[in-house]
């Protein structure tokens, strides 16, 4: 018999920790900001727009992998 305490498995406790935050940001994206387009000649781009510059910047690199996966350029703004 193993009488030794029963410790909690680190590295599982850092994953579940690490999946917590990248859910939180990308609900935080997602439910943050309004939709937009802004047409800039003959292409448009959709926007994700905040309140707050701190929020565009901190959600811009989430934009680029939208832009990626949907194939359609994805940027963030701001309202002054």
Same mark, same amino acid.
Request: net charge positive; charged share 10%; aromatic share 10%.
């Given at each position: 018999m193993n009488d030794a305490p029963s410790r909690p498995n680190v590295g599982?406790?850092?994953?579940?920790?690490?999946?917590?935050?990248?859910?939180?940001?990308?609900?935080?994206?997602?439910?943050?900001? #309004?939709?937009?387009?802004?047409?800039?000649g003959p #292409?448009?781009? #959709?926007l994700h727009i905040y309140q707050h510059r701190w929020q565009a910047d901190l959600f811009r690199p989430l934009a680029r992998v939208e832009s990626v996966l949907v194939g359609q350029e994805v940027d963030t703004a701001f309202r002054n």
């Open positions: 599982l406790i850092a994953a579940a920790i690490l999946i917590a935050l990248l859910a939180a940001y990308l609900i935080g994206y997602f439910a943050a900001g #309004r939709n937009g387009v802004a047409t800039i #292409r448009s781009v #959709r």
